[in-house]
């Protein structure tokens, strides 16, 4: 985490999360997803993104929330890591906030370490937790999308 950033702020299941803004491409509506089968467990389908075949991340397969369907206030998180472009579905997103190293907590101080969380960011009188986004996907999780989606593009 740099000393100073600036976070998106989103939620699923009532809870707030934040992610760097270096990662978030854009943030879109949702869209129909296409379940394709012998993807990771986090992976809910596939969009089509201007041509480009994108998995899309369930959020709530990630944090062991109880799934549901889509509903028209769902959103789209695009965000472009090392390996590949993924959506991030989401409940909602709410803001960009400034954030500085005083207002947040490395993961390893507070819970145990999640390959997503990155830390807790203390903003007025709520805890958001700080999500990494390369940790959504393991480096397994993206080989077997290069092995399953190659035929796709």
């Known amino acids: 985490m740099n ?12 809870q707030r999360y934040a992610l ?9 509506r ?3 997803i296409t379940p394709f089968s012998g993807l990771p467990s986090v992976v809910a389908g596939i ?7 994108v998995p899309v ?7 062991a929330l109880p799934e549901r369907g889509i509903e ?16 991030l579905w989401v409940d909602e997103v709410f803001d960009l906030r400034d954030c500085n190293e005083t207002q947040w907590t490395p993961a390893e101080e507070v819970m145990n370490k999640l390959a997503y969380v990155e830390g807790v960011f203390k903003n007025r009188d709520e805890l958001v937790i700080l999500h990494d986004a390369e940790g959504y996907l393991s480096r397994n999780d993206h080989d077997i999308l290069d092995r399953e989606l190659v035929a796709l593009q």
């Open 3 to 14: 000393s100073l950033c600036q976070l998106l702020i989103f939620a699923v299941g009532g």
């Open 30 to 32: 949702i869209v129909e």
């Open 47 to 53: 969009i089509n993104m201007h041509g480009e075949v």
């Open 72 to 87: 028209l206030s769902d959103r789209l998180i695009i965000l472009g890591l090392e390996r590949r472009n993924v959506a």
């Open 57 to 63: 991340i369930s959020l709530r397969r990630c944090c």
């Open 20 to 28: 760097d803004i270096s990662r978030v491409q854009r943030v879109v």
